[in-house]
């Protein structure tokens, strides 16, 4: 090949023994964090554990901020913020910013769930997020969340992770006689009502009136015995049904892992782990939103005022313009983007897909039907974010979600750039995204950590 041609680089082709053990390591933190936070409360939580490890302390609006602070901001349990304010000039060099998000597809018990159906106890749901409804059946499905009781109590609900817990199930017809879904096109083979929750079906026994509802009672006794709940305490719940699955490990070479909410977790936890990990004179800021998934609406999505205002926060210490700021920051909005898989071939384009193992897949843009609704980098920016990553090492690459007009997507990075910050996606290649079980390469988990490194370095 010319030398002035372009090329992508295969990361495990060019490790040697070293890079080869700390892809490897790396990928085992990444497991662990994806195993114990399969929702953005707990990911939320666990990321902000490892923030106090790591020397950070809780933020409260009004406290002035100085170089040298690591602090951090819990947005009601599911977003959080965390600040590393530098020995640079803010008003001079801006903030480095790295967005990710810790919400991912799942399904949602309605707030009125619990119902009976010829001896079976069931749960109405409310799918959250785009999934391809039809994967969610005939899977172990784990019950995450929180109730919070009348009396403000607040119940942690995690059941169907060990491997002593019962599991919760959305069935799906025999092939024997699917003969009429089967003909259905597949995005229509079970609709959204049809994902009901398998929750039970042993009667309650000791009931005087066994006439109707006996299983649902029975559920009901055991929710409260084991909980002190009753059934109102769902009206003021959420609870989601999330793969009971573990990371795994893909393949006889490891080098792959399979994993439920690898979006966008495989970016939160490159981005906080390069935040601990990197030593600089900048101001960093690292967010692990909620609410991607749905618009990234509301009070702990992106679309917050928090965001602006913690950056109002950081001009404010300093005495500067909270513009001026935010017009010198940059930001690395981190999150997937689909990997070419050979079996789909027709959806990509071979030119501009991110291949798995070759490191982080940058995109200029994203949206549908002529860039609609993306933040379009400018070339500057991704020729500064290109040197920067050429100048480190790292093995990155680029690519668009899809061929043209073929579907499309979004990612926080417009709601960013909208505040006058210049923003570009990057990320990891995941194959079966929004899929129960999504897959990533170790080695672009890795390159993407050290992709995050080199930008708040
Ligand atoms: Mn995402
Ligand atoms: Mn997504």
């Not at 060099?93 to 009976?116: F, M, N, T, W």
């Not at 990371?247 to 399979?258: E, K, N, T």
Request: proline share 3%; charged share 25%; with cysteine.
């Amino acid at each position: 090949m010319s030398e002035l041609a372009y090329k992508r680089t295969n990361v495990y082709e060019t490790a040697d023994e070293a890079k080869l053990k700390a892809i490897f390591d790396y990928a085992k933190g990444y497991a662990a964090f994806l195993d114990a936070g399969k929702t953005e409360r707990e990911a939320c939580a666990y990321a902000e554990k490892a923030a106090v490890a790591a020397g950070y302390v809780p933020y409260e609006f009004g406290k002035k901020l100085q170089p040298g602070d690591k602090v951090y901001y819990n947005n009601r349990g599911k977003n959080l913020y965390l600040i590393r304010v530098g020995s640079e000039d803010v008003a001079k060099h801006g903030i480095r910013i790295l967005a990710s998000h810790i919400d991912s597809p799942r399904i949602d018990l309605k707030q009125v769930p619990l119902y009976e159906a010829e001896g079976i106890a069931f749960a109405k749901t409310h799918y959250y997020g785009g999934i391809r409804k039809y994967q969610w059946a005939a899977i172990p499905l784990a019950l995450h969340g929180a109730v919070v009781k009348k009396n403000g109590e607040v119940i942690e609900v995690a059941i169907g992770e060990d491997e002593n817990d019962p599991i919760f199930y959305i069935s799906d017809l025999l092939p024997h006689l699917a003969a009429k879904q089967n003909a259905k096109p597949l995005g229509e083979g079970l609709g959204g009502e049809d994902l009901n929750i398998w929750l039970g079906n042993i009667p309650y026994t000791a009931a005087e009136d066994k006439k109707e509802n006996t299983v649902k009672e029975n559920l009901l006794k055991i929710l409260h015995d084991k909980y002190g709940m009753v059934e109102a305490d769902f009206l003021s719940a959420e609870l989601s049904l999330v793969p009971a699955f573990k990371a795994r490990d893909l393949g006889f070479d490891r080098g792959l892992i399979a994993a439920y909410g690898h979006d966008d977790r495989v970016c939160a936890y490159p981005s906080y782990t390069a935040l601990f990990d990197t030593e600089t004179d900048k101001t960093v800021m690292v967010v692990l939103a909620d609410k991607e998934e749905i618009g990234s609406e509301g009070a702990t999505g992106m679309q917050c005022a928090i965001f602006v205002d913690l950056i109002d926060a950081i001009a404010d210490s300093f005495g500067v313009s909270s513009a001026a700021v935010r017009a010198r920051s940059k930001c690395l909005s981190a999150d997937v983007n689909a990997g070419y898989d050979p079996n789909f071939r027709d959806v990509c384009e071979p030119l501009n897909s991110t291949y798995l193992s070759h490191g982080a897949g940058l995109t200029k843009f994203t949206g549908s039907r002529g860039k609609g609704g993306s933040n379009d980098a400018s070339a500057e920016f991704v020729g500064e974010v290109r040197k920067l990553f050429d100048d480190n090492g790292v093995i990155w690459q680029t690519g668009e979600l899809g061929r043209v007009d073929v579907g499309g997507g979004g990612t926080v990075a417009k709601f960013i750039a909208n505040m006058n910050i210049d923003t570009v996606d990057i990320g990891v290649p995941v194959i079966s995204m929004h899929a129960p079980y999504e897959v990533v390469s170790k080695a672009d988990v890795y390159e993407c950590y050290r992709a995050f490194c080199s930008f708040i370095k």
